[in-house]
């Protein structure tokens, strides 16, 4: 069956760093685009940032571009997602998620990893 | 404040059916895909319909997915108190590159 797990939140002043990974399960992950999105509390979703199945593209969301950057591993099946210059509003769940195919929605989602920035 | 409008809420009874609708602001969209997920507070969210209104296999056919123009609809027939969720609307942007989620609409199953 298919499974992400997501690791690596935690709580961090502003200006900080984390890295988020996420091990995927079940499929082949070198086969699919991988994609971060997120929910501040209260909020609703976000979509982060997108990765190709080889890794030869990559594309952010305004909110995060030049802060973050997604990765992955393809012989270790884990994504990753580093996340610089920490703000508050990056306060949230951050969900790894799967895609079907290209322009086939997603497929498989983690259970989240929650992330707070203190001001 | 997102491209893809959504009424912030719904509600329906066990038995009715309510529709969700999703408004996209972006000019020459008429081709781009709609896709709608189900969000239940604690759990992952579950992709219910993609490119507008094919269904994953798994999801029930009570829920069905309509696009006209710049407007696109979620319909749920013979509601249920499981289907109480944050329901959100998602577009491709070719142009930006990036993906965008409705506001979200919470569905009060009375």
């Known amino acids: 069956q298919d499974h992400l797990e997501e690791s690596g939140g935690g709580v961090v002043q502003s200006g900080g760093s984390l890295r988020l990974s996420c091990a995927a399960s079940?499929?082949?992950?070198?086969?699919?685009?991988m994609h971060w999105v997120r929910q501040g509390p209260g909020k609703g979703l976000e979509w982060v940032a997108l990765i190709w199945a080889d890794g030869s593209r990559r594309d952010y969301a305004d909110s995060v571009r030049g802060r973050f950057t997604i990765s992955r591993d393809n012989s270790k099946d884990t994504l990753y997602l580093q996340l610089n210059s920490l703000r508050p509003e990056d306060t949230g769940i951050y969900y790894c998620?799967?895609?079907?195919?290209?322009?086939?929605?997603?497929?498989?989602w983690g259970q989240g990893t929650m992330v707070s920035v203190s001001s | 404040q997102s491209v893809l409008t959504q009424p912030p809420s719904a509600s329906g009874t066990p038995g009715q059916g309510v529709t969700i609708s999703c408004s996209d602001s972006r000019s020459n969209v008429g081709n781009d895909y709609i896709f709608w997920y189900q969000h239940l507070p604690g759990t992952a969210p579950k992709l219910l319909i993609y490119?507008?209104?094919q269904r994953p296999s798994g999801v029930p056919d009570r829920f069905s997915g309509s696009k006209s123009g710049t407007s696109a609809s979620l319909a749920i027939s013979g509601l249920r108190s499981e289907d109480e969720a944050d329901y959100y609307c998602a577009a491709w942007d070719d142009r930006l590159r990036i993906w965008v989620f409705g506001g979200g609409t919470k569905l009060t199953v009375l």
């Open positions: 079940g499929f082949t992950f070198s086969s699919y685009g």
């Open positions: 490119r507008n209104s």
């Open positions: 998620v799967k895609e079907v195919r290209y322009l086939a929605g997603f497929d498989v």
